[in-house]
């Protein structure tokens, strides 16, 4: 095995290709519900701040109980956990499904299940990204999260494209249905995979409270897992404020009608994936920590770009550049941390990384949703792009772990 394996390279092992298309699957039918929910907000209320909590409602339950969801993850038997997981989602789709159909959508509803749908993902993720390294490891491991990540894109892509096209036609009640089916590919997959055995013989059956404790010291006293923390706050909150305002750009500012508003959100995974593919190559050209790095700055300029030139072509391409950026940061930070963490530490401490992941998210919407709210969206993506200015400097001052950068 070489030591830089190709981008596509764990998809050779069945296991890992039978998720993957699984998980594609529902990562459409998810996405088609994420752009519906969003379209359907924003003609329930014309007020910023409720598109950003609908944001934040879906995030949130990442920062509050990803941790609780990492221990458990660690203590039960993580296929079986994930599939109940699936089944909570699911329920949560049905009901918005069955609320559409009667025509009871209001902007409060929304929230809620949004928030129920956003606690499903979070008591989902830890184990999720904790069975990848059971099922790849080695040098396939950086490509096949990057391979998830630029899977969850795809579908970002299609998703919303053909979620739109529905939802002219039929109704945002096709698309709460739709995701509520695509919810048994993922469970029936994980029914046909073969855990193996030395992988859940790896977990520790501690107590919940000594498996908390020790979770805690872990992570205190990993001087690499807070830098790589650190560098994610740096650049998440700043980053977030595009992604978090795209609903209120594509329907106010540019004034896009239901297919164009899918097409705007498509192309954010259109450059997630295209990043994706070419992470290796990038990788290995600069280094984890410098492409990190250069991410960083390019979504600073671009964004200050897109305020200042608020037109659709010019929004398509920052939109897309970003996707690539945000790509690249997250599969190398979340390579970086499953390196580190051994395999009974693996949910909790993904589950660390996922609550400062999402935390940060849930702060940037808020504040960039509240300052939109109160002066204007451009005013917000300039605050945030010359935010994120300094912070890339900041950043680029603390060293990731198999970084290529001299120390300091």
Same mark, same amino acid.
């Given at each position: 095995?070489?030591?830089?394996?190709?981008?596509?390279?764990?998809?050779?092992?069945?296991?890992?290709?039978?998720?993957?298309?699984?998980?594609?699957?529902?990562?459409?039918?998810?996405?088609?519900?994420?752009?519906?929910?969003?379209?359907?907000?924003?003609?329930?209320?014309?007020?910023?701040?409720?598109?950003?909590?609908?944001?934040?409602?879906?995030?949130?339950?990442?920062?509050?109980?990803?941790?609780?969801?990492?221990?458990?993850?660690?203590?039960?038997?993580?296929?079986?956990?994930?599939?109940?997981?699936?089944?909570?989602?699911?329920? &949560?789709?049905?009901? #918005?499904?069955? $609320?559409?159909?009667?025509?009871? *959508?209001? !902007? +409060? %509803?929304? =929230?809620?299940?949004?928030?129920?749908?956003?606690?499903?993902?979070?008591?989902?993720?830890?184990?999720?990204?904790?069975?990848?390294?059971?099922?790849?490891?080695?040098?396939?491991?950086?490509?096949?999260?990057?391979?998830?990540?630029?899977?969850?894109?795809?579908?970002?892509?299609?998703?919303?494209? &053909?979620?739109?096209? #529905?939802?002219? $036609?039929?109704?945002?009640?096709? *698309?709460? !249905? +739709? %995701?509520? =089916?695509?919810?048994?590919?993922?469970?029936?997959?994980?029914?046909?995979?073969?855990?193996?055995?030395?992988?859940?013989?790896?977990?520790?059956?501690?107590?919940?409270?000594?498996?908390?404790?020790?979770?805690?010291?872990?992570?205190?006293?990993?001087?690499?897992?807070?830098?790589?923390?650190?560098?994610?706050?740096?650049?998440?909150?700043?980053?977030?404020?595009?992604?978090? *305002?795209?609903?209120?750009?594509?329907?106010?500012?540019?004034?896009?009608?239901?297919?164009?508003?899918?097409?705007?959100?498509?192309?954010?995974?259109?450059?997630?994936?295209?990043?994706?593919?070419?992470?290796?190559?990038?990788?290995?050209?600069?280094?984890?920590?410098?492409?990190?790095?250069?991410?960083?700055?390019?979504?600073?300029?671009?964004?200050?770009?897109?305020?200042?030139?608020?037109?659709?072509?010019?929004?398509?391409?920052?939109?897309?550049?970003?996707?690539?950026?945000?790509?690249?940061?997250?599969?190398?930070?979340?390579?970086?941390?499953?390196?580190?963490?051994?395999?009974?530490?693996?949910?909790?401490?993904?589950?660390?990384?996922?609550?400062?992941?999402?935390?940060?998210?849930?702060?940037?919407?808020?504040?960039?949703?509240?300052?939109?709210?109160?002066?204007?969206?451009?005013?917000?993506?300039?605050?945030?792009?010359?935010?994120?200015?300094?912070?890339?400097?900041?950043?680029?001052?603390?060293?990731?772990?198999?970084?290529?950068?001299?120390?300091?």
């Amino acid at each position: 095995m070489t030591a830089h394996p190709s981008a596509f390279a764990p998809l050779a092992n069945r296991a890992f290709l039978g998720l993957w298309i699984a998980n594609l699957l529902s990562n459409i039918g998810g996405w088609m519900q994420t752009t519906g929910a969003a379209w359907e907000m924003t003609g329930l209320t014309t007020e910023p701040i409720y598109v950003a909590l609908l944001a934040a409602a879906g995030t949130l339950p990442m920062f509050l109980f990803c941790f609780l969801a990492g221990i458990l993850a660690d203590r039960f038997e993580r296929r079986r956990y994930i599939i109940v997981c699936q089944f909570w989602m699911m329920g &949560v789709a049905g009901v #918005l499904a069955v $609320l559409a159909f009667f025509g009871q *959508l209001s !902007a +409060i %509803n929304l =929230v809620v299940l949004s928030f129920c749908m956003g606690l499903g993902n979070a008591m989902n993720a830890p184990a999720w990204h904790a069975v990848v390294p059971e099922i790849v490891s080695g040098p396939q491991l950086r490509p096949a999260i990057a391979l998830n990540s630029a899977g969850f894109n795809l579908a970002r892509t299609i998703g919303p494209v &053909v979620g739109q096209i #529905l939802l002219g $036609l039929v109704g945002v009640f096709l *698309l709460f !249905a +739709i %995701n509520t =089916v695509t919810y048994i590919g993922v469970i029936f997959a994980l029914r046909a995979w073969k855990r193996p055995a030395e992988a859940h013989a790896s977990q520790r059956r501690e107590g919940f409270l000594e498996a908390a404790h020790t979770g805690i010291a872990f992570v205190r006293g990993s001087a690499e897992l807070k830098a790589i923390f650190a560098r994610g706050l740096c650049f998440f909150v700043p980053g977030i404020a595009m992604g978090t *305002l795209l609903p209120v750009i594509g329907r106010f500012e540019l004034k896009l009608d239901e297919f164009t508003f899918g097409i705007l959100y498509a192309v954010f995974g259109v450059g997630a994936v295209a990043g994706a593919l070419s992470m290796p190559m990038v990788n290995r050209l600069l280094g984890a920590d410098r492409a990190n790095i250069w991410a960083m700055g390019i979504t600073a300029v671009a964004t200050l770009v897109a305020a200042l030139d608020m037109t659709p072509l010019v929004v398509g391409i920052v939109v897309a550049l970003n996707g690539a950026c945000w790509m690249t940061v997250i599969a190398n930070n979340g390579a970086a941390v499953q390196m580190i963490l051994p395999n009974f530490m693996r949910a909790r401490g993904m589950a660390v990384h996922q609550m400062v992941f999402f935390g940060a998210m849930v702060a940037g919407s808020l504040l960039w949703g509240k300052v939109a709210d109160l002066w204007s969206v451009q005013a917000a993506l300039i605050a945030s792009s010359l935010a994120l200015a300094p912070l890339t400097v900041l950043a680029a001052l603390i060293r990731l772990p198999g970084s290529s950068m001299p120390r300091s």
